[in-house]
């Protein structure tokens, strides 16, 4: 006898999502949501999209996966190929965890000042890591350069080359930005997102200007060291890289082919000090629950930034890139907020978050 149910088939937590594919089919529709006490400070909806639910954990598998099934389409990698890439960040992991999937080699070249964790973390997921001298992108032996030339020196393999392959972009055109058109139903006013190969950026808003026919407003956001905040603000004349910032995988010296076809789409920009940005950070722990890496809570302190501009009763989406789970050591550390000045920047009530020495 199975006696009284103890669950409804009407749950709220039961959705109709059918089995995937696989780690690719995994990839995307992730949830938009609502961050209820910045929407009611501001008096706008401010909408988070939920991208660390990814299957590798963050946005970039998404420009991983088309960047990889680019190369396949034009012939570049077959069964049993190579992928190559220069990256430090998660452009690595969201290729490491889809070569695994489609059987393909798996090569990253990265300047050897990145974190121990991160080399092991992609050698974990099959990757061929190879760190090289940490040296600007004029010099041949630049990282990017390496895995170019690596990748040409080999038969049947591709350089995914995430910065200037638009493919990336697409990934943003056919999936982020009509996922957040059907989760608003149209009903977004306005986008906003910090950059690093702009791929997010520039595909989410040529999506959602081509959708509401120019209604939706994009701000690109972006932190101190950064030129994209300059360059916007100046009408393209200026490119100011002073200061630098705690963020990873966001900020840009250069306009991207990425972002290019996309920039006179943009309405305008913000800078968000990192002060903003961690305490950003650890008021969305403590009031909401969601636990984001430095770049997400730039991009929410930006949207937050957005709402002000707009007024009450308009919807603000942004991107919610990764966690802070790749990060905690640093971001949770007193030690480390301390030597970059940014302990003073945390209320009181919110310091009991500093939970590493
Ligand atoms: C944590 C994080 N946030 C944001 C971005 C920026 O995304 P995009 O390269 O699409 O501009 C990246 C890119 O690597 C990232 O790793």
Same mark, same amino acid.
């Given at each position: 006898?199975?006696?009284?149910?103890?669950?409804?088939?009407?749950?709220? &937590?039961?959705?109709?999502?059918?089995?995937?594919?696989?780690?690719?089919?995994?990839?995307? @529709? *992730?949830?938009?949501? !609502?961050?209820?006490?910045?929407?009611?400070?501001?008096?706008?909806?401010?909408?988070?999209?939920?991208?660390?639910? @990814?299957? %590798?954990?963050?946005?970039?598998?998404?420009?991983?996966?088309?960047?990889?099934?680019?190369? /396949?389409?034009?012939?570049?990698?077959?069964? %049993?190929?190579?992928?190559?890439?220069?990256?430090?960040?998660? *452009?690595?992991?969201?290729?490491? &965890?889809?070569?695994?999937?489609?059987?393909?080699?798996?090569?990253?070249?990265? +300047?050897?000042?990145?974190?121990?964790?991160?080399?092991?973390?992609?050698?974990?997921?099959?990757?061929?890591?190879?760190?090289?001298?940490?040296?600007?992108?004029?010099?041949?032996?630049?990282?990017?350069?390496?895995?170019? !030339?690596?990748?040409?020196?080999?038969?049947?393999?591709?350089?995914? @080359?995430?910065?200037?392959?638009?493919?990336? !972009?697409?990934? &943003?055109?056919?999936?982020?930005?009509?996922?957040?058109?059907?989760? *608003?139903?149209?009903?977004?006013?306005?986008?906003?997102?910090?950059?690093?190969?702009?791929?997010?950026?520039?595909?989410?808003?040529?999506?959602?200007? /081509?959708?509401?026919?120019?209604?939706?407003?994009?701000?690109?956001?972006?932190?101190?060291?950064?030129?994209?905040?300059?360059?916007?603000?100046?009408?393209?004349?200026?490119?100011? =890289?002073?200061?630098?910032?705690?963020?990873?995988?966001?900020?840009?010296?250069?306009?991207?082919?990425?972002?290019?076809?996309?920039? &006179?789409?943009?309405?305008?920009?913000?800078?968000?000090?990192?002060?903003?940005?961690? =305490?950003?950070?650890?008021?969305?722990?403590?009031?909401? %629950?969601?636990?984001?890496?430095?770049?997400?809570?730039? @991009?929410?302190?930006?949207?937050?930034?957005?709402?002000?501009?707009?007024? +009450?009763?308009?919807?603000?989406?942004?991107?919610?890139?990764?966690?802070?789970?790749?990060?905690?050591? =640093?971001?949770?550390?007193?030690?480390?907020?301390?030597?970059?000045?940014?302990?003073?920047?945390?209320?009181?009530?919110?310091?009991?978050?500093?939970?590493?020495?």
């Amino acid at each position: 006898m199975l006696g009284r149910r103890l669950y409804s088939a009407a749950s709220r &937590h039961v959705t109709s999502a059918r089995p995937t594919d696989g780690f690719v089919g995994a990839i995307g @529709n *992730t949830p938009l949501v !609502r961050i209820g006490s910045l929407s009611k400070e501001t008096g706008c909806e401010i909408l988070g999209k939920a991208e660390f639910m @990814n299957p %590798g954990g963050s946005v970039k598998d998404r420009a991983a996966l088309f960047v990889v099934e680019d190369a /396949e389409r034009r012939g570049l990698v077959r069964p %049993g190929g190579t992928i190559v890439e220069g990256t430090a960040g998660n *452009t690595g992991i969201g290729l490491a &965890h889809v070569c695994r999937a489609k059987g393909y080699g798996c090569v990253i070249y990265m +300047p050897n000042t990145q974190s121990q964790e991160k080399i092991d973390l992609l050698k974990m997921l099959g990757a061929d890591v190879r760190p090289v001298p940490a040296v600007a992108f004029d010099n041949p032996d630049n990282y990017n350069h390496q895995a170019r !030339r690596y990748a040409e020196s080999l038969d049947n393999a591709a350089w995914t @080359n995430q910065f200037d392959n638009t493919a990336n !972009r697409q990934a &943003h055109i056919e999936t982020t930005g009509p996922e957040i058109w059907a989760q *608003t139903a149209g009903k977004i006013d306005g986008f906003t997102c910090a950059t690093g190969t702009g791929g997010t950026f520039a595909g989410t808003t040529r999506f959602l200007k /081509e959708a509401s026919e120019g209604r939706v407003k994009s701000f690109a956001a972006d932190p101190p060291g950064s030129v994209i905040y300059s360059y916007i603000k100046s009408g393209g004349k200026v490119m100011d =890289r002073s200061g630098s910032s705690i963020t990873e995988g966001i900020g840009q010296g250069r306009i991207t082919a990425n972002l290019q076809p996309d920039i &006179h789409l943009v309405d305008d920009a913000l800078r968000i000090p990192d002060a903003d940005t961690v =305490r950003m950070l650890f008021r969305l722990l403590d009031e909401e %629950g969601i636990y984001l890496g430095a770049s997400s809570a730039l @991009n929410v302190a930006a949207a937050y930034e957005m709402a002000k501009a707009l007024g +009450p009763g308009n919807t603000i989406v942004t991107i919610m890139a990764d966690g802070a789970y790749r990060y905690q050591s =640093r971001l949770f550390s007193r030690k480390w907020l301390e030597s970059k000045g940014l302990v003073d920047a945390i209320p009181a009530h919110l310091q009991k978050y500093i939970a590493l020495a």
